[in-house]
């Protein structure tokens, strides 16, 4: 660099880490424009614990019932959370808006980042024939971008970020409700989250059925 070193400029990086729901979490940070690459699989991270727990709260429910009910058979499914989350026609169109959304914020930040580029590259040109003064003035102003240009991309990958949480607590609610729904009307005594038991055979398996449930809401 000529003249008194400026930072370079942040490189634009990948939208966010990758999220439960499969979304790239988090749009631009600095550092590589694929960084964490894959939009909405955190498809349930903060939501696979809270199944896991709800599992184990299930499994006890069973033991009890098979104490309280005696004779009266058990009848039991196994759904697979993130299963629904993938293959549901509802849950590829959030993955598809968020992903929609978190391109069209690296390609603002991936913009304002090659203004950057140009500017310090016209900085580093005239640096050698500057007046002290008249570098120290572009130097102060072009560090003042790189800062707001930081700035906007933390801001942005904050609010992405919250989008992220807010579609997945959403979504995930919206299964669970139709799980509920899915097991009163077909007679389950309970629904377990495949991710919270050891073994399960294909027989009690009812995540299929979960996702017709699921989509069928939509149209409703």
């Keep these: 660099m000529g003249g008194e070193g400026v930072r370079h400029a942040p490189r634009a990086g990948g939208v966010g880490e ?55 058979p058990i009848k039991i499914g196994v759904v697979d959370v993130q299963q629904v989350l993938n293959q549901s026609q509802r849950g590829q169109a959030v993955k598809q808006k968020l992903e929609q959304e978190r391109i069209g914020r690296q390609k603002e930040l991936d913009a304002r980042q090659q203004e950057l580029v140009k500017l310090q590259a016209e900085y580093e040109k005239q640096a050698p024939v500057l007046s002290d003064q008249a570098k120290r003035e572009k130097k ?67 995540t299929a059925d979960i996702i017709k449930r699921y989509d069928g809401k939509a149209a409703k």
Excluded at 19 to 38: D, F, I, N
Excluded at 144 to 149: G, K, Q
């Design 18 to 72: 990758q999220g439960g729901l499969g979304v790239e979490r988090g749009p631009p940070r600095s550092g590589g424009t694929q960084e964490g690459k894959g939009i909405v699989n955190r498809g349930c991270e903060a939501t696979g614990r809270s199944v896991a727990i709800l599992g184990v709260c299930l499994a006890l429910v069973l033991a009890w019932a098979e104490l309280s009910w005696g004779s009266q």
């Design 140 to 206: 102060e102003a072009l560090e003042r971008r790189f800062r707001d240009a930081r700035r906007v991309a933390e801001d942005a990958n904050r609010d992405f970020e919250k989008r992220v949480r807010e579609a997945e607590m959403e979504t995930t609610r919206e299964i669970f409700s139709a799980i509920q729904e899915y097991g009163k009307d077909q007679g389950f005594s309970v629904v377990l989250e495949r991710s919270s038991i050891i073994f399960g055979a294909p027989t009690v398996d009812v």
